[in-house]
Nanobody
């Protein structure tokens, strides 16, 4: 059974950091790219970052470049999203998902999703 388990969200003050984890199981990890998406209240789903064995790491929106870093531990089949210098506008539910082959930011191409983890940035 394919599973993606996202964790690590929580409440953090502006300027703080969080590390999200996405534990994958039930499929060959190297055959897929793993992406992080987020969805803020009342907004659409936005691609944040993606990583694959062939491309390395990608970060999509300019708003998070230089602050968010994606990495993976292939021995643990886990992908991490390190988020630094968090801002109120980063508040959202963060999801991890898998896509066959290469990364892309179009959420409809991703076939399995984790349950989401809520990140709230507030003082």
């Amino acid at each position: 059974e394919v599973q993606l388990q996202a964790s690590g969200g929580g409440l953090v003050q502006p300027g703080g950091s969080l590390r999200l984890s996405c534990a994958a199981s039930g499929f060959t990890f190297d055959d897929y790219a793993i992406g992080w998406f987020r969805q803020a209240p009342g907004k659409g789903r936005e691609g944040v970052s993606c990583i694959s064995s062939s491309e390395g790491s990608l970060v999509y929106p300019d708003s998070v470049k230089g602050r968010f870093t994606i990495s993976s531990d292939n021995a643990k089949n886990t992908v991490y999203l390190q988020m630094n210098s968090l801002k109120a506008e980063d508040t959202a539910v963060y999801y991890c998902a898998r896509v066959p082959g290469l990364c892309n930011s179009w959420y409809m191409d991703y076939d399995y999703w984790g349950q989401g983890t809520l990140v709230t940035v507030s003082s």
